[in-house]
């Protein structure tokens, strides 16, 4: 893929509509107002699940902060309101880690490891060779697309052998359920809302079966967005103490996340399914000992495979694994 394509990508990617709570240029940052932090999260367990517990058990209070949860449909759109100064920190899946490797944001916390992403096709279609020529939807930079050029590669194929079709995941869901398109690469929770109306649906790839580690992660702007070490060290310790208590107490998790996203426990429940979470000792371990570099250097390599990144840089570059150690020590 030529630069040209890769930021007419970007482009696209950027002007997704954000689902709720439309953001203001010239909304107050960070820089402007240290008590207040805007953060960005998608409508998921893994999304939403520190933020609620943050709220519900005052951490951010503790910290002398005051935040303002804003929802997204996806996570490169939140690094495109990091970079212009809507939002202080967002949360992003592991198919958008190309983002921060790239130089357009600063990961400040791993949250978890996912498992949700998922190619799915119409009843019929049994495996990636049989989508070969057929309608595939996807969010293109997202762990959908992530899953999905995982799966092709798999299976000695390439976008080149598929009608691939950039959607947002509400118009994946919509378009699948209707029969518009033959397959997808999406994630749960939204396959749980497509399984209801095509019960038949096929999953024929899943990051279930790569083997290797998916991470979720929060994130800091770069450049004139950049936040303070100061107020850096204050939200990663509401995120290391929120990690603890939703490591300690998975069920209450959930329901104070359902509670959030105003959906059922049961949702919230299945969705919780597709997550390994790890408690803070051991997301600070892995960092020490360069287990987490390690996964986020192989994403690279898939992403530099798939065009994405024209070279992949050491993860230190990009995930400041020193903070989140030190403010773990404290």
Request: aromatic share 6%.
């Amino acid at each position: 893929m030529p630069g040209s394509t890769i930021r007419r990508t970007l482009s696209a990617l950027f002007s997704v509509t954000v689902l709720s709570l439309a953001m203001s240029a010239c909304s107050n940052s960070a820089s402007q107002d240290d008590d207040t932090v805007n953060f960005g999260y998608i409508g998921d367990y893994n999304g939403a699940s520190l933020l609620a517990i943050a709220k519900e058990q005052g951490l951010w209070k503790k910290q002398g902060l005051t935040a303002k949860a804003k929802v997204f449909n996806n996570g490169p759109v939140q690094i495109q309101a990091l970079g212009s100064g809507d939002l202080d920190y967002g949360y992003i899946g592991p198919g958008a880690m190309w983002l921060p490797a790239s130089g357009k944001a600063k990961v400040v916390s791993v949250n978890t490891f996912t498992y949700a992403d998922r190619v799915i096709a119409q009843p019929g279609i049994k495996t990636m060779k049989d989508l070969k020529g057929k309608r595939v939807g996807v969010p293109e930079g997202t762990s959908g697309d992530m899953i999905l050029n995982i799966a092709l590669e798999k299976a000695g194929m390439t976008t080149k052998d598929i009608q691939k079709i950039a959607m947002d995941p509400s118009t994946v869901v919509s378009s699948f359920t209707s029969g518009k398109i033959d397959g997808a690469g999406i994630f749960y929770p939204s396959i749980d809302t497509i399984k209801e109306k095509v019960p038949k649906m096929r999953e024929v790839a899943s990051t279930k079966d790569t083997g290797d580690t998916f991470p979720t992660a929060f994130v800091a702007g770069t450049g004139a967005n950049t936040v303070s070490e100061k107020k850096n060290t204050k939200v990663v310790k509401v995120l290391q103490q929120a990690n603890d208590w939703r490591k300690k107490h998975p069920e209450e998790s959930i329901a104070l996340t359902a509670k959030m996203l105003n959906v059922s426990k049961a949702q919230a429940t299945a969705d919780a399914s597709h997550v390994e979470t790890l408690s803070t000792d051991d997301l600070a371990a892995k960092t020490k000992s360069g287990e987490m570099g390690r996964s986020l250097k192989k994403l690279g390599d898939f992403f530099v495979r798939n065009k994405q990144l024209e070279e992949n840089p050491d993860p230190a570059d990009y995930y400041n694994g020193e903070l989140y150690q030190k403010v773990h020590s404290e």
